[in-house]
């Protein structure tokens, strides 16, 4: 790999370090698939050149990844990754991800902008996990069943 399986991009207006965008881009890149162990990342330089932020700013990223054990800093060679964060269902040609594709698109011809799909999608993540807790605090546990069968 010549380290160009990802293309950070730093969005300067979010309010979000840049450090802390590079990790969670290449967070986002180990779930989804696009980045699999024994892949290199780019250099600091190429960042540097993409991105034009500090050279410092990018090897904080990478050292963080590194002490959270996602990649591995090799003098004189690179920085590659050594840990997956794919799940089953995530990968670039599986049918769920066909599916989000697809409603993605929908959104956008509808005129939705990235922060409305955003809130879309976490407001329904919220929603679903607090049917899944309501629904296992409702159930009975086997304790909970002895005793309402005694």
């Given at each position: 790999m010549e380290g160009d399986v990802v293309e950070y991009r730093i969005d300067r207006?979010?309010?979000?370090?840049?450090?802390?965008?590079?990790?969670?881009?290449?967070?986002?890149?180990?779930?989804?698939?696009?980045?699999?162990?024994?892949?290199?990342?780019?250099?600091?330089?190429?960042?540097?050149?993409?991105?034009?932020?500090?050279?410092?700013?990018?090897?904080?990223?990478?050292?963080?990844?590194?002490?959270?054990?996602?990649?591995?800093?090799r003098r004189g060679l690179g920085t590659f990754v050594t840990r997956s964060l794919a799940r089953p269902g995530a990968e670039n040609d599986s049918p769920l991800r066909t599916d989000l594709t697809d409603w993605t698109a929908r959104a956008r011809a509808a005129g939705l902008e990235r922060a409305d799909i955003l809130a879309m999608v976490t407001a329904a993540l919220d929603a679903h996990d607090k049917e899944q807790h309501e629904q296992h605090q409702h159930t009975p546990g086997d304790r909970e069943r002895k005793e309402e069968d005694a």
């Amino acid at each position: 790999m010549e380290g160009d399986v990802v293309e950070y991009r730093i969005d300067r207006g979010s309010g979000v370090p840049a450090y802390v965008q590079i990790v969670e881009q290449t967070e986002r890149a180990l779930r989804m698939g696009t980045l699999k162990v024994g892949d290199k990342l780019p250099t600091a330089r190429e960042v540097v050149a993409a991105t034009a932020i500090n050279p410092n700013t990018v090897l904080r990223a990478y050292r963080d990844m590194e002490q959270a054990g996602l990649v591995e800093l090799r003098r004189g060679l690179g920085t590659f990754v050594t840990r997956s964060l794919a799940r089953p269902g995530a990968e670039n040609d599986s049918p769920l991800r066909t599916d989000l594709t697809d409603w993605t698109a929908r959104a956008r011809a509808a005129g939705l902008e990235r922060a409305d799909i955003l809130a879309m999608v976490t407001a329904a993540l919220d929603a679903h996990d607090k049917e899944q807790h309501e629904q296992h605090q409702h159930t009975p546990g086997d304790r909970e069943r002895k005793e309402e069968d005694a």
